[in-house]
């Protein structure tokens, strides 16, 4: 009889996983900052209403922890666009500063302005101008401010994921498939500094206080549907051009000298108008423009095409 042999099966080797050995160090430390500057707008926000420092010793320092939370988030949107500059710069760019990015802008444009936002309506339900009489409408509206940070976080996340998966390669994007998430958060933020550190702070003496009794209720009513917005925009398709790239990148003419400095000027004056103005128009051309190219555009090109008889 034949002897049967049975071969041993063969174990199959681990795979080995790639080890990073190397990583760009300024660029990343730059990223970094981002992160932390997230991180710190979210302790910030914790402590709630009130002032960091005392109104009577320093009245011209004097800012709420409200607004030195949109500010930290506004130092984080300057070096989420400086690490790109200096990753190029430098020549290092790699797939771990990408993936660092995302993870830093998650915190500063993801999580701290949902909270931020959160918090500040929290501490105004308390207001005399925003409390209920029925509680449990009250607890309702509750609800809604929660439901509506979760949605913008987890818009925030997915948007970041996405392009993650749609930009594999390292070249410079020139267009974004829906709303930029640092853009998305200086759409809160700029309302919480427009309130904080102007209206509160530098009209306070100045407006009257009819003005002041209809503004100030009208921001924080429209807070909630404004982070609703931007969160859906992050999501969508809309496409939004690079701002920065634009502006930038390459010669430009005399006359975007003069408006960049313009802009640069009327920042010096008041930095909180500037930012409310900008954000807000960068998010709604590029809504407008994405109707006129969806209604009209498509409707010439079919009449070009159409034989004439």
């Known amino acids: 009889m ?7 099966k063969k174990i199959k080797s681990p795979i080995k996983r790639k080890r990073l050995k190397y990583i760009a160090v300024l660029p990343s430390l730059v990223t970094l900052m981002n992160g932390l500057c997230g991180f710190a707008a ?3 926000a914790a402590n709630g209403p009130g002032t960091i420092l005392n109104p009577e010793a320093m009245p011209r320092i004097n800012i709420s922890f409200f607004a030195l939370s949109a500010y930290m988030l506004i130092i984080g949107m300057i070096a989420d666009v400086l690490d790109g500059h200096v990753a190029r710069i430098s020549k290092s760019i790699s797939n771990f500063g990408a993936q660092l990015d995302s993870l830093c802008d998650v915190v ?6 949902a909270f931020l936002m959160l918090k500040l309506v929290e501490a105004e339900l308390q207001t005399s101008f925003l ?10 509206y509750s609800r809604i401010i929660y439901l509506i940070a979760f949605i913008y976080f987890m818009s925030a996340i997915i948007r970041l994921a996405r392009f993650n998966v749609e930009n594999t390669d390292s070249a410079p994007q020139k267009k974004f498939a829906g ?3 640092p853009a998305a958060a200086g759409i809160i933020v700029s309302i919480v500094v427009f309130r904080e550190d102007f209206i509160l702070r530098i009209m306070d003496s100045q407006l009257p206080l009819f003005l002041r009794n209809k503004l100030e209720p009208t921001i924080i009513w ?4 404004v982070t609703l917005a931007a969160g859906l925009l992050m999501v969508s398709r809309i496409p939004y051009s690079h701002i920065a790239k634009r502006l930038v990148k390459g010669k ?16 010096i004056w008041s930095i909180q108008i500037v930012m409310i103005v900008g954000f807000y128009s960068y998010a709604l051309f ?3 423009r994405w109707l006129y190219m969806s209604l009209y555009k498509p409707k010439k090109i079919h009449q070009k095409e159409e034989p004439q008889t």
């Open 131 to 140: 409390k209920f009489d029925y509680p449990g409408f009250y607890m309702f």
């Open 179 to 181: 709303l930029p998430s």
């Open 42 to 44: 979210i302790i910030l």
């Open 222 to 225: 429209g807070l909630p549907a």
């Open 286 to 288: 590029g809504i407008f």
């Open 108 to 113: 500063s444009f993801g999580i701290a302005p």
């Open 2 to 8: 034949k002897k049967i042999r049975i071969r041993p």
């Open 252 to 267: 430009k003419s005399f006359a975007t000298f003069i408006f960049v400095m313009f802009i640069l000027l009327l920042s």
